[in-house]
């Protein structure tokens, strides 16, 4: 079945730490995007990449990076200079008609001590 | 600046207590308005696209409605599977992302 793929689904680090999560998509989209969500925010745009090798900073960008190098993969890192890292990470992917919905994985719990 | 406000924040129902979720967005050229249901510890999972004022979607106990200003997400006779955290989002022009609202939790009691 095409879908989306988060890995793992709960992570654990240590402050200070840089981590990354994995995002892997089967359905041959060209758009791939991250989110980040915190209880009462809402869905906020971290990263998100129209094309291989190429990416635009989203709402909240300082603290994490990002790499294209394949279409089916997009992995987001959250470095040590992220103040709150803590939260639910969502990776989508969509193709590049503007009328298409995005497609979600089933996101990473990442909690920082 | 594009913009998606939802309604109320939260709501308790009764098994079969009809309702309806708001949706109102300022976004401009708009090209997608977009439903999702989020269950706990769970992605968005997609429910409708509605393009032009006028058009409506349904899906089981589930219509979606477009204005120009706002859309509704009518909930007919719910059933406690259908709790659930309700996301709207809005596309504008150009190849801009979505903008999500913050969503609507839904409660529905047996």
């Known amino acids: 079945d095409g879908g989306i793929t988060q890995s793992p689904k709960y992570l654990f680090r240590k402050e200070g730490q840089n981590v990354t999560l994995s995002c892997e998509q089967n359905?041959?989209?060209?758009?791939m995007y991250w989110y980040r969500q915190d209880p009462g925010q809402g869905l906020r745009l971290i990263y998100y990449?129209?094309?291989?090798?190429?990416?635009q900073k989203g709402d909240i960008a300082e603290g994490y990076s990002v790499s294209r190098e394949k279409k089916e993969s997009f992995p987001l890192t959250v470095t040590s200079a992220q103040k709150n890292p803590t939260a639910f990470y969502l990776c989508?992917?969509?193709?590049?008609?503007?009328?298409?919905?995005?497609?979600f994985g089933n996101g990473t719990r990442l909690t920082v001590t | 600046e594009d913009q998606v406000t939802q309604s109320p924040e939260a709501l308790r129902l009764q098994e079969g207590e009809s309702s309806s979720l708001n949706c109102s967005y300022t976004v401009s050229g708009l090209r997608g308005l977009f439903w999702y249901r989020q269950d706990p510890g769970k992605g968005p999972e997609f429910l409708f696209t509605l393009y032009s004022a006028g058009e409506e979607k349904e899906k089981e106990r589930l219509k979606a409605t477009l204005t120009k200003k706002e859309s509704f997400l009518h909930i007919t006779a719910p059933k406690p599977e259908d709790s659930a955290t309700y996301l709207c989002?809005?596309?504008?022009?150009?190849?801009?992302?979505?903008?999500f609202g913050k969503g609507t939790r839904l409660s529905v009691i047996a």
């Open positions: 989002a809005g596309r504008g022009s150009g190849n801009t992302p979505l903008v």
């Open positions: 359905l041959n989209h060209d758009a």
């Open positions: 989508a992917s969509s193709t590049s008609s503007g009328g298409s919905p995005l497609h």
């Open positions: 990449s129209q094309i291989v090798n190429d990416f």
